[in-house]
């Protein structure tokens, strides 16, 4: 879906470095989400956002924060605290929340720590 | 807390048959169900939802169905061709919380 931008593709740390991970979407849509998929696990809720400035940890948000200071952008940052860094990252937005609508995903993030 | 349960994790079918996958929930509160599908390496995209207040729903060779006193839902493929192959994952979202939690998928194999 061209309305959700995620970047980079692929994205290689250090172990011991913070990283961000960008998702904007033009969709004009209130509610975004976090979630990582790794092998075998489906996709985990990091965090998600029904409306601007606001935000709630899913079921896997430590080791991870976000803000949500624009409607459009919902930046993750996998911090060193994160014992498992290395996962696909996918972000996703929805007109009016999960429970509503459904979710459109970006492309993903794929993201290696060494 | 709220979790879906998925199964099978692997189907294997031969073109022409139908596939069923099966997915449980716990969360009361959930109200809408929606199945999607994700080939190899690409985002994973809608391919059919269902509300709590609809037992069924069909659109062409893909149908859904929801038992919510068992707390039950399954996607039904009929016709099975090659390019279904792919995984995928079932969903539900809870109205209280709005959030969406996913089963661990099923991966679908289709063979000629």
């Known amino acids: 879906d061209g309305g959700i931008t995620q970047s980079p593709k692929y994205l290689f740390r250090k172990e011991g470095q913070n990283v961000t991970l960008s998702c904007e979407q033009n969709l004009n849509h209130d509610a975004m989400y976090w979630y990582r998929q790794d092998p075998g696990q489906g996709l985990r809720l990091i965090y998600y956002s029904q409306i601007v400035n606001d935000f709630q940890k899913g079921d896997i948000a430590e080791g991870y924060s976000v803000s949500r200071e624009k409607k459009e952008s919902f930046p993750l940052t996998v911090t060193s605290a994160q014992k498992n860094p290395t996962a696909f990252y996918l972000c996703?937005?929805?007109?009016?929340?999960?429970?509503?609508?459904?979710?459109?995903f970006g492309n993903g993030t794929r993201l290696t720590v060494t | 807390g709220e979790n879906v349960e998925q199964h099978p994790s692997t189907l294997s079918v031969q073109e022409g048959d139908s596939a069923v996958i099966k997915c449980t929930y716990s969360d009361s509160a959930s109200n809408y169900f929606p199945w999607y599908k994700q080939e190899l390496g690409k985002r994973p995209q809608l391919i059919i939802d269902i509300r709590s207040n609809v037992g069924e729903k069909k659109d062409q060779r893909i149908a859904v169905t929801l038992n919510k006193t068992a707390k039950h839902f399954s996607l039904h493929i009929t016709e099975t061709q090659p390019e279904d192959s792919a995984v995928y994952f079932c969903a539900a979202a809870s109205w209280n919380t709005d959030k969406l939690i996913f089963g661990t998928g099923t991966r679908l194999q289709v063979f000629p």
């Open positions: 996703a937005s929805t007109p009016q929340g999960a429970s509503n609508s459904p979710l459109h």
